[in-house]
């Protein structure tokens, strides 16, 4: 178990609400988000290991990731949460949700199901070390690159948000390493058959993303049977972004459901 770094918004004594951001995010993701419901909860939105200010570490599974949430409820003295998480948060929150679901008092999945996925994140990696951060002397000169590669503009700002000083030069907050080698467990879903949570499941998802399918179906079901889908139209895989004011509305009948 590691300790994560996180985020708050809202009084501690409200109802609990844990943002989970994908791979290669962190905490920021969800800050205006979080600004938005802190007036009726208490919101906690970590750095999950290997991303963003927490620690670096070689594992990399969701038995380790659900390890370090217990530890982040234990350390606020929350003993129930709702969990709302998106991409590989998404498989992590459904994966706390069936190992301690007494945890869970409801559950929002964003754009991801309880499946393993054939596909890799290599492009991803190889556009980070596409970058020569021995180059940079300021984040300007990191976006010259980028844009000389040829990568847009959402793309710049998802990479430029993963970049720190580090002495007297620059570095990446994520451990690149473990991540990758890690990939077959993020793909993956590790929750044995035959475990369920009972409680209530938004599957909140773009209608244009592929990570949500009519023959996922039956396997989310099983799992979560009262799994609600709710698709965002004019979405793709980062719902949040491609369509914002249409997954708050979303996100907050959800909450209020």
């Known amino acids: 178990m590691v300790t994560l770094q996180y985020q708050t918004y809202g009084r501690a004594g409200r109802p609990a609400l844990v943002l989970l951001h994908g791979l290669l995010g962190s905490a920021i993701n969800w800050s205006s988000i979080g600004r938005q419901l802190s007036a009726d909860y208490y919101v906690l939105v970590p750095d999950l290991r290997n991303h963003g200010n927490s620690p670096h570490t070689d594992g990399m599974t969701y038995t380790e990731m659900t390890q370090d949430l217990i530890g982040l409820l234990e350390q606020e003295h929350i003993a129930q949460a709702t969990f709302v998480g998106h991409s590989m948060g998404g498989k992590l929150a459904m994966r706390f949700a069936l190992l301690a679901p007494h945890r869970v008092q409801a559950l929002g999945i964003v ?88 409680g209530r499941t938004w599957v909140i998802y773009g209608a244009e993303s592929d990570y949500v399918l009519p023959e996922y179906g039956a396997t989310l079901k099983g799992y979560f049977p009262g799994a609600v889908l709710h698709p965002i139209a004019n979405a793709g895989h980062w719902v949040h972004v491609d369509q914002p004011q249409q997954f708050i509305q979303a996100l907050q009948s959800f909450l209020q459901a």
């Not at 596909?119 to 020569?132: G, M, R, W």
């Not at 998802?158 to 890690?182: E, H, K, S, V």
Request: one cysteine or more.
């Open 111 to 198: 754009d991801v199901c309880p499946v393993t996925y054939h596909h890799t994140f290599d492009h991803y990696f190889d556009l980070f070390a596409s970058i020569d951060l021995t180059r940079i002397r300021c984040r300007e000169d990191a976006q010259q690159q980028m844009i000389a590669a040829g990568i847009d503009e959402v793309m710049q700002f998802f990479l430029l948000q993963n970049l720190r000083r580090a002495g007297t030069g620059w570095a990446w907050r994520i451990n690149l390493a473990a991540l990758q080698a890690g990939q077959s467990h993020i793909v993956g879903f590790d929750a044995p058959l035959g475990y369920r949570y009972d």
